[in-house]
């Protein structure tokens, strides 16, 4: 015979209190709020602090032990994979946080505006024009600066990877859509952005979502070659051009109607394109300097928005 009694508060469905009676023999079995119940509470209470965090934790439990190898803090060889693992700590976040808020049908939104590519031409255009036209600018002045000029361009080596030299580039560039592009936009831009918006406006939004997606790259300063190649006061520019560019996604966000795997694309193509070793060490500088001009442009653009006009409309 089993019988269950109404729990504690019958309003959380983590309690229970169980009473066995079988054969003469008497079991009592009192149930308390489990671990999952009690995460699962605060992520909910609190999503917004719960994504960020968890996207810290997941992406920094990679990264801090590749951070110690290569900086000689213990002595193992670093595993490069590290890298792409941590790339998907936001992703990682933003489906935990949104099945433990929306369920199965607010993932089934996400997994739609991440396949979503259909009608949105500019968006497109944007995506996979900016960057190169870009590099254009960037990469003579950045050689002109080192006094090389033209020649001191080594373009054969465009789209490739100094960290990653061995992955043919094809499959280079799939890793880091992959890796970076969803793994990052997923989060920042598939979650917080809009969670941040039903609060606040697109622009106060994304500069909201800069803050902890710069310091989230915080450990990759001392891994990877581009981000050790900077000077010290490279962080700073670097947060300047985290801020603009965060207004750039979120109009690419909404100019591609709520697409994902547009702004994964964008994310990156535009990642490829700035790291590439095409020879001046301050290209990566440039480049920066040139989406904080494009930021301010795409700024002057979301202030001139009219109200509502900001919503997400996937189709």
């Not at 079995?29 to 999952?36: C, E, I, Q």
């Not at 909910?44 to 960020?52: D, E, Q, S, Y």
């Not at 600066?145 to 043919?168: H, I, K, V, Y």
């Amino acid at each position: 015979m089993l019988e269950t009694f109404a729990s504690a508060d019958a309003s959380d469905p983590s309690w229970s209190i169980a009473f066995m009676d079988s054969i003469g023999t008497r079991t009592i079995v009192v149930g308390s709020r489990s671990v999952p119940g009690r995460l699962s509470q605060a992520v909910r209470h609190r999503p917004v602090t719960a994504f960020v965090a968890l996207a810290f934790s997941f992406s920094w439990a990679a990264w801090v032990p590749q951070l110690a190898a290569v900086q000689g803090w213990v002595q193992v060889t670093p595993w490069s994979g590290l890298h792409l693992l941590g790339g998907l700590g936001p992703a990682a976040a933003a489906l935990v946080v949104i099945h433990c808020t929306e369920g199965l049908p607010g993932l089934r939104r996400l997994g739609h505006r991440l396949v979503a590519w259909r009608g949105r031409g500019r968006a497109w255009a944007f995506a996979l024009l900016v960057p190169p036209a870009l590099l254009l600018v960037a990469a003579p002045l950045s050689a002109w600066a080192a006094g090389s000029g033209w020649a001191g361009l080594d373009w054969s080596a465009f789209g490739s990877s100094t960290e990653f030299a061995a992955l043919p580039l094809l499959v280079w560039w799939v890793v880091n859509l992959a890796f970076y592009g969803v793994g990052e936009e997923l989060g920042w831009r598939g979650f917080l952005q809009p969670r941040l918006e039903g609060r606040h406006s697109v622009v106060v939004a994304a500069g909201l979502v800069s803050l902890p997606w710069a310091a989230w790259h915080l450990p990759l300063f001392g891994i990877t070659p581009s981000y050790r190649a900077m000077p010290l006061v490279g962080f700073v520019g670097f947060a300047a051009s985290i801020w603009v560019a965060s207004w750039i996604f979120a109009w690419l966000s909404h100019l591609g109607r709520g697409s994902l795997l547009v702004v994964a694309v964008f994310h990156a193509w535009f990642d490829i394109v700035t790291t590439s070793p095409l020879g001046p060490e301050a290209l990566p500088t440039l480049m920066g300097v040139a989406v904080t001009i494009l930021g301010l442009v795409v700024l002057r653009v979301l202030l001139r928005q009219r109200p509502g006009a900001s919503e997400f409309r996937v189709n």
